[in-house]
């Protein structure tokens, strides 16, 4: 053979050896699947697995010694008020918590000084912020911070990844007026977040925001458990279902029922109200909705420097995000704070707030008694 005919040669034979090794590892496939189906009623296969129902699987009792971890949505600063620019020192701790998830249900949270959402953080434009970060000695973890507020690189994130019992610091100038999320950015950065490291940093224009008379502090999160939604006992954060994206819980403000068993929002007829709303996540995005009401003003992504869009009944708000929203009581009642992506209000994702003063029948009106519910 010449050397054309030896490579033709070699070629045919390789490829039918290939052809020969892939039949061979079709077949073996072939056996495995049928094992899986045979061996376990057909739960093992990924596409199997996506199909069935959720299995509850065992975990220990609740802890008896687990807290409220709920941020009150009235604990905010007041406006920062006519100042000059100043220099500013916010102290953070990060601290590892047991809490209430649900009826019956606790949680491993990590946190920024105990409560989730973190401390709200209200400066004004041309501050000098220096952040002094401390891990408790009783964590197990390294945790950080990176604030959307900042500029400069990580957000800080790369000067403070603290060890347990560490203190890290770095100081920024707040350049950009508006809303701001802030999160732990240690990674895996979507777990720390999931397991409640997040919340709020305002930097207000100059001048401040318009007056109003009440301000709330509401965020939203969702919670990835080794438990099924609901199933009572104390769970750990589920990494197989945080990367799947499938969260068991969403909450406002750290736990269920922080917004309507512990929390509600307070107002009174013929008052404004702000909410400041952000979304931690990690990964959900929110149709952030108030069932009754319509914002008379939105700060759509939390921009602050042009003008309010206004009349708006949802508005989205993205993970890593935020909005601030206003509007004005004229009918006494309750309002329901919802994430519109309204299945979410089935595990009990939902807020009140909770307006007294005079009927106003010229805006609303029925006739019998009022349900409570809606929607
Ligand atoms: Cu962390």
């Not at 220096?130 to 911070?145: D, G, P, Y």
């Not at 709330?216 to 609901?230: K, L, Q, R, W």
């Amino acid at each position: 053979m010449n050397a054309p005919q030896v490579m033709r040669r070699a070629r045919l034979e390789l490829g039918v050896l290939l052809f020969a090794l892939a039949a061979l590892a079709l077949a073996v496939l072939a056996v495995g699947a049928a094992n899986c189906v045979g061996s376990d009623g057909g739960t093992s296969g990924s596409s199997s697995r996506a199909a069935a129902p959720p299995v509850a699987r065992p975990i220990g009792p609740a802890r008896a010694d687990a807290v409220d971890v709920a941020r009150d949505p009235a604990d905010l600063p007041p406006p920062v008020g006519q100042r000059p620019p100043q220099h500013v020192v916010v102290e953070l701790e990060a601290r590892e918590v047991v809490g209430r998830l649900a009826d019956g249900v606790t949680f491993t949270y990590w946190t920024f000084n105990g409560k989730v959402p973190g401390p709200f953080i209200r400066l004004r434009v041309g501050d000098t912020v220096t952040v002094r970060l401390t891990n408790a000695m009783e964590s197990s973890m390294v945790h950080s911070i990176d604030l959307h507020a900042v500029t400069g690189p990580g957000g800080g994130a790369v000067y403070t990844q603290a060890r347990p019992g560490e203190t890290k610091e770095f100081t920024f100038k707040a350049l950009n007026p508006g809303l701001y999320v802030y999160h732990c950015a240690t990674p895996p950065v979507a777990q720390h977040i999931a397991n409640g490291m997040y919340g709020l940093i305002l930097v207000e224009p100059e001048g401040g925001l318009p007056p109003v008379d009440r301000e709330f502090y509401v965020m939203e999160g969702d919670i990835y458990t080794t438990g099924a939604y609901g199933q009572k006992g104390h769970v750990e954060s589920d990494i197989d279902k945080l990367m799947a994206e499938t969260p068991d819980y969403y909450v406002f403000n750290g736990q269920v029922g922080a917004l309507t068993e512990l929390h509600p929002l307070r107002a009174r007829v013929g008052e404004t109200v702000r909410i400041f709303f952000g979304v931690g996540g990690p990964n959900a995005v929110s149709s952030f909705h108030v069932i009754g009401e319509i914002f008379d003003r939105v700060y759509d992504q939390a921009s602050l420097t042009g003008p309010a869009l206004t009349d708006v009944q949802t508005t989205l708000v993205p993970a890593g995000g935020a909005a601030v929203v206003e509007f004005r009581l004229q009918v006494p009642g309750r309002y329901i704070l919802v994430d519109h992506s309204l299945s979410r209000l089935m595990r009990n994702l939902a807020g009140y707030l909770e307006v007294e003063g005079s009927q106003n029948p010229e805006v609303f009106r029925g006739q019998g008694s009022a349900d409570t519910g809606g929607h």
